[in-house]
């Protein structure tokens, strides 16, 4: 059995029971793998759905241009059954998405126009604008529009909800899922409802988008709006595919909890997702009270990990937006440890046989060598004994002509696992200078006793 080509292997993607994370949770947590897709996330389903849509209502046409905003997904999505259906794309998107992304729609032969994230999305510069004027201006070309276009919605009717519905044998009572264009939790929990009224929709938002307030006041909130992390979910506008009669609540999950959550899947339930599966489940637990014991809860996993090595599988990434919690040691807390400590140094005017006779007294076994109070080099106990072995007159020579160049220095911040990295047997040591201004030295004999303590 074979497929005729790739698209045909698109959906019907498997169900999962998670056990570790939600431990605490009442009822079956059960995750929907949208990752099994060929593009690797949901919006495969959608893509092709708009695409054919297109074709069939003569809006796309033979060799045509397919445009489109989007934040990767959807256009991995658009330009694999582009390369398969013969048409070329042009893809507007933010300067907030992950590279990875914008990289792999390239890797399809797509052109990407990467836009400001924030400004209005009216302001001719908006990634929403800049794919209209293309689509105006680009002969034979067609806008999929996924934000506005049914078929968004309909795909998910038509796929995603029936999936779960037979998955489940009808006993789902929560759908949770991150919204972002509406189409997946529009579509998908039309369908449920239809089939059981009494099924829950639960869509996941963010802070920074107005779909929560919009769902609890109908009113849009300019307010509401200011930028966050998260991909793929919430927005600044209302899509026409959010279909808010078919939700029941938003909740909002911040930007650190779904990054977070994120990273604990992998780590918990060995499941590599993307950012809006942290953010869903995080929404999930956040709303636990709600759930009973016999309830069958699904959350959507929307896309993979993959997508996201740069930001919250980077511990750089984490670290600079404070999301860290379980900070590993770092050169900051290495010096706290080990408590104050003057550095030794040795005058690049010192002769080698009183930098010696000075590194045996004080029992170390090399030292930064300063001019001026800057340091210009080390020496270490096998740096003398080789120059000495060549050369006994050296012993009289200054300090300047047997010292190597200086210990690397490194910053507060850097981690343990870095620190060690640079250390070997030629570079024994690094400098780091505090908050003072004060120059330390951090040893292989300093890393291991902040291991053990730690
Ligand atoms: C990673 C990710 N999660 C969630 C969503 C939201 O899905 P929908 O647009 O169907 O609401 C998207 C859509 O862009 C996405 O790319």
């Known amino acids: 059995m074979w497929y005729n080509n790739i698209l045909e292997t698109i959906g019907n993607t498997p169900l999962v029971k998670l056990n570790k994370i939600t431990k605490d949770l009442k009822g079956t947590i059960l995750a929907k793998i949208e990752t099994t897709n060929p593009g690797n996330s949901i919006k495969d389903r959608m893509a092709l759905k708009m695409i ?13 241009t397919i445009i489109e905003g989007t934040s990767g997904n959807t256009g991995m999505g658009l330009a694999m059954a582009a390369v398969v259906k013969g048409y070329k794309c042009i893809f507007t998107t933010t300067d907030k998405q992950s590279k990875e992304k914008v990289d792999a729609l390239r890797a399809f032969g797509a052109e990407v126009i990467v836009c400001p994230t924030n400004v209005d999305p009216e302001d001719p510069r908006s990634y929403y604008s800049v794919s209209s004027r293309l689509e105006r201006e680009v002969p034979n070309s067609w806008k999929a ?4 276009n049914p078929s968004n919605a309909q795909a998910h009717y ?9 998955q489940t044998e009808g006993k789902i009572t929560h759908l949770v899922v991150g919204v972002g264009t509406g189409g997946t939790i529009s579509g998908a929990g039309r369908y449920l409802k239809e089939q059981n009224p009494n099924i829950k929709i639960w869509g996941i938002d963010t802070y920074g988008s107005v779909f929560k307030k919009y769902k609890e006041t109908g009113i849009f909130d300019k307010n509401e709006i200011y930028p966050y992390i998260t991909e793929g979910i919430g ?13 029941d609540l ?14 604990e899947l992998a780590r918990k339930e060995g499941i590599f997702a993307g950012n809006s599966a942290g953010s869903a489940l995080a929404g999930l637990i956040q709303l636990k009270d709600s759930l009973k ?5 699904v959350v959507i996993f929307h896309d993979h990990g993959s997508r996201y090595m740069g930001k919250m599988y980077n511990e750089d990434w984490l670290r600079e937006r404070g999301f860290l919690e379980d900070e590993k040691l770092n050169a900051k807390s290495i010096l706290k440890r080990r408590g104050e400590q003057a550095i030794v140094t040795a005058d690049v005017q010192q002769t080698v046989f009183e930098a010696f006779n000075f590194m045996k007294t004080l029992n170390i076994s090399q030292i930064p060598v300063t001019q001026q109070g800057m340091v210009v080099g080390k020496i270490t106990e096998s740096d003398i004994l080789i120059a000495l072995l060549e050369n006994p007159a050296l012993k009289s020579s200054s300090v300047q002509d047997v010292m190597t160049k200086p210990f690397p220095f490194v910053d507060l911040k850097t981690s343990i696992d870095k620190i060690s990295a640079l250390i070997n047997k030629d570079t024994q040591a690094v400098l780091v200078e505090d908050e003072f201004g004060k120059i330390n030295i951090i040893t292989q004999y300093d890393i291991i ?6």
């Open 52 to 64: 054919e849509d297109a074709e069939q209502a003569g809006l796309l046409k033979p060799g045509g």
């Open 145 to 148: 529009n996924q934000y506005d």
């Open 158 to 166: 038509e796929q995603t909800g029936p999936e779960i519905w037979e």
């Open 235 to 247: 927005e600044d506008f209302l899509p026409e595919n959010v279909d808010f009669s078919v939700i």
């Open 250 to 263: 938003f909740e909002k999950v911040t930007d650190k909890d779904a990054a977070l959550m994120t990273r």
């Open 293 to 297: 014991e016999d309830d069958l809860v």
């Open 449 to 454: 006793n902040a291991i053990s303590e730690a």
